[in-house]
């Protein structure tokens, strides 16, 4: 399976952006992970994006549904069992994502019921990912 991580715009602190990165080479050992960054003030950078049709698109978004670690692991054993090719998520900017990439998504998901920068939003998503797959190959990482 494919984990497409799909950025608007560029994580700035370096700490945030190694820590990301530790947690997506963790990830590797389990699924193919792909990373797209796309400028935030460029619309042609959204419109060179391309996202196999089939694939199950997930917006972070404060809006969305919640999930304990166990939920989201437990969705994402049954999403690659049923033989899901791909999964993106949107981690937007501040702003967020234009509606046009809003609409493509199949499901919202929310990472907290608090607020956090949309930079540390991209560590703690990775930081999931991991968890996810250390619970599905009973990893003691999670405990």
């Given amino acids: ?6 950025m608007l715009g560029k994580t700035r602190r370096r700490e945030i952006q190694a820590l990301m990165d530790d947690y997506l080479a963790r ?3 389990f699924a ?7 400028r935030e003030d460029s619309s042609a950078s959204l419109r060179r994006l391309t996202l196999d049709s089939a694939a199950t698109v997930i917006l972070l978004d404060d809006a969305g549904k919640p ?6 692991a437990k969705w994402l054993g049954e999403t690659r069992d049923r033989g ?4 993106a998520f949107l981690c937007g ?5 234009p509606e046009a990439l809003r609409r493509r998504a ?3 998901l929310a990472l907290s019921s608090l607020t956090f920068s949309h930079e540390l939003a991209r560590a703690m998503l990775a930081e999931q990912l991991y968890r996810a797959f250390s619970i599905l190959a009973g990893h ?3 405990k």
């Fill in 27 to 29: 990830v590797r050992r």
């Fill in 93 to 97: 900017g501040a702003e967020g994502f």
């Fill in 67 to 72: 999930q304990t670690s166990a939920q989201f």
């Fill in 140 to 142: 003691p990482y999670p």
């Fill in 1 to 6: 399976m494919k984990i497409h991580l799909v």
């Fill in 84 to 87: 899901t090719r791909e999964i």
């Fill in 32 to 38: 193919d992970v792909q990373l797209s960054v796309l």
């Fill in 106 to 108: 199949s499901q919202k």
